[in-house]
């Protein structure tokens, strides 16, 4: 998109939050665009997360031994136990 397309999204946008919050003033106008203008827009809807199998930093998908989770968890809660305060 060319420059005026993008200033034309986001001055909409910004007088369209105005009317939401029914707040009409320069200054919060002026915010409003300084924020716009620091988001990032994405127009790739196409983008899709690839992870690969076997991570185990993700749960609920696989990449995770059920087993060593359960093991882990009971571990700790015993060692929790036996420790003296």
Same mark, same amino acid.
Do not use: W
């Given at each position: 998109?060319?420059?005026?397309?993008?200033?034309?999204?986001?001055?909409?946008?910004?007088?369209?939050? %105005?009317? !939401? =919050?029914?707040?009409?003033?320069?200054?919060?106008?002026?915010?409003?665009?300084?924020? /716009?203008?620091?988001?990032?827009?994405?127009?790739?809807?196409?983008?899709?997360?690839?992870?690969?199998?076997?991570?185990? %930093?993700? !749960? =609920?998908?696989?990449g995770c031994d059920p087993?060593?989770?359960?093991?882990?968890?009971? /571990?700790?809660?015993?060692?929790?136990?036996?420790?003296?305060?």
């Amino acid at each position: 998109m060319a420059g005026h397309e993008v200033a034309n999204l986001r001055i909409a946008a910004a007088i369209a939050t %105005m009317r !939401r =919050y029914d707040r009409f003033r320069v200054p919060y106008f002026q915010s409003l665009l300084v924020q /716009a203008r620091k988001q990032t827009r994405t127009e790739d809807g196409s983008r899709e997360i690839v992870r690969r199998p076997g991570n185990p %930093m993700l !749960r =609920y998908v696989g990449g995770c031994d059920p087993l060593t989770d359960t093991n882990a968890a009971v /571990a700790s809660a015993s060692l929790q136990e036996s420790l003296k305060l």
